[in-house]
């Protein structure tokens, strides 16, 4: 079974930072990975998918890469409503599977 | 507008049963795959089940025996049926639309199992 992990688990940077969170998959799954944002209290939101396709509607500053088993994502300028937790999950017969998260925090 | 709205929450014995419901609009859940995923207080997303829109169902091992997913296109609705609950299966539900990613999801329904 393909394992994905993150790291940090969590982080706190200032508004206006260039924040970069991993994900890690155990075995190639090429660019078959999403990125989601959850806030306190709501459901998850998709951001990007397959490693680098910006949502529809999701701001610029947020961006994707990797292929194979590493993988980025990028907050450039942090704002404060990205206080949030970040997922990558990967979708695999028979169903979704989701790193432990990134708390991001601002300072 | 594409929206999902879940219901069917509720705080339950263990060995229980529940059924969540996901009503959906904006789109026909016979063509599209949706899914259930959870989230126990404080922990992180886990996916519990998914029905493909040829109507197959997948399931995560850990609900495996005890859920149950389904779809009345009738009613635009996908279900969850949950039984032999158990401590661990207490957490927010929530449905979410989508084959590889999921793009629209509902606002989640808790189910607290406990005595």
């Known amino acids: 079974d393909i394992q994905m992990t993150q790291s940090p688990s969590s982080l706190s940077a200032s508004v206006g930072d260039r924040v970069t969170i991993t994900c890690q998959a155990s075995?190639?799954?090429?660019?078959?990975l999403n990125w989601y944002q959850q806030r306190p209290g709501k459901a998850p939101k998709l951001l990007l998918y397959?490693?680098?396709t910006l949502e529809i509607g999701v701001p610029s500053r947020f961006s994707g890469s990797g292929s194979g088993t590493d993988f980025a994502f990028t907050i450039e300028s942090l704002q404060p409503e990205d206080s949030a937790t970040y997922y990558c999950?990967?979708?695999?017969?028979?169903?979704?599977?989701f790193g432990p998260g990134t708390k991001v925090e601002i300072k | 507008e594409v929206q999902l709205v879940e219901s069917g929450g509720d705080l339950v014995q263990p060995g229980g049963s529940l059924r969540l419901s996901c009503a959906a609009s904006g789109f026909f859940v016979s063509n599209t795959y949706v899914s259930w995923v959870r989230q126990a207080p404080g922990k992180g997303l886990e996916w519990v089940s998914l029905l493909s829109s040829g109507g197959r169902p997948y399931y995560a091992d850990s609900v495996k025996g005890r859920f149950t997913i389904s779809r009345d296109s009738s009613k635009n609705t996908v279900y969850l049926q949950m039984n032999s609950l158990r401590d661990e299966d207490t957490a927010v539900y929530y449905c979410?639309?989508?084959?590889?990613?999921?793009?629209?999801w509902g606002q989640g329904t808790l189910v607290t199992v406990s005595s």
């Open positions: 397959e490693a680098s």
């Open positions: 979410a639309r989508g084959q590889g990613a999921s793009d629209y």
């Open positions: 999950q990967h979708y695999d017969t028979p169903g979704f599977i």
């Open positions: 075995q190639d799954i090429s660019v078959y």
